[in-house]
């Protein structure tokens, strides 16, 4: 386990019980669990999710930015692209469906 604070508890109770809704709603999806695993399989690039996922660029692009707001996937820029990268949230996707 990290040692990393979790980015789902907030500084007050209202905060946190935000957070957790929109953690839920983010993993509470069999399309963006596909694109969390396929983020831990190194895939990083919306075209790269998108061949491996089988899902449209476009709606991968809006499953990512829930997930964003979900505390499961960050964004960094490098050079002149958009990669994607899972937090210690997003590894949650090893414990989903089993």
């Known amino acids: 386990m990290s040692d990393l604070p979790s980015r789902t508890i907030g500084d007050s109770m209202e905060e946190t019980k935000d957070r957790h809704r929109r953690y839920l709603r983010a993993i509470n999806n069999p399309i963006r669990r596909d694109i969390l695993r396929s983020l831990k399989e190194g895939n990083d690039v919306i075209e790269t999710i998108s061949e491996d996922t089988g899902i449209n660029e476009k709606n991968v692009g809006w499953h990512i930015r829930v997930l964003i707001d979900g505390f499961c996937v960050e964004e960094a820029n490098e050079k002149d692209e958009t990669k994607y ?5 997003g590894l949650v996707v090893d414990y989903l469906d089993k």
């Open 85 to 89: 990268i899972l937090t210690q949230e």
